[in-house]
């Protein structure tokens, strides 16, 4: 079912289980349950088994090169750690769900991979 609020289209879903998913906090919830890969960033949140979670959620992915110039891979490095921090704060404002604690944990353990190789 797809319904119009406030000017924009909406659309009423089903989980796997058959259960309908809601709004509010379940984008949030199920964020939260993202698993990842010991070392990898990718993810796809499908159907996640949370009850209260929204059954289609993502992550907005950045893609930085292993190989470049040394200034450019810390100014990058430096742009992510301000996007976990400061940038968090706007994320709701500008339509995005603020990133779950441990999704930032594993960004920032895994940014010296910027500009690491040679």
């Known amino acids: 079912m797809v319904a119009r609020h406030r000017g924009r289209l909406g659309a009423h879903l089903l989980r796997g289980s058959g259960t309908s ?3 509010g906090e379940g984008g949030k919830i199920a964020l939260s ?3 990842f890969k010991p070392d990898d960033l990718r993810v796809w949140i499908t159907d ?3 009850p209260e ?12 090169y292993k190989k470049q110039d040394a200034a450019k891979a810390e100014a990058l490095r430096t742009f992510v750690g301000w996007a976990l921090d400061e940038g968090q704060q706007m994320s709701e404002q ?3 769900i603020p990133l779950p604690d441990p999704v930032k944990q594993k960004v920032r353990g895994n940014m010296d991979q910027i500009g690491s190789a040679a």
């Open 94 to 96: 500008l339509g995005y």
């Open 21 to 23: 998913a809601g709004g």
């Open 48 to 50: 996640p088994k949370e």
């Open 53 to 64: 979670a929204y059954p289609i959620a993502t992550f907005t992915w950045m893609l930085f």
């Open 33 to 35: 349950g993202a698993e």
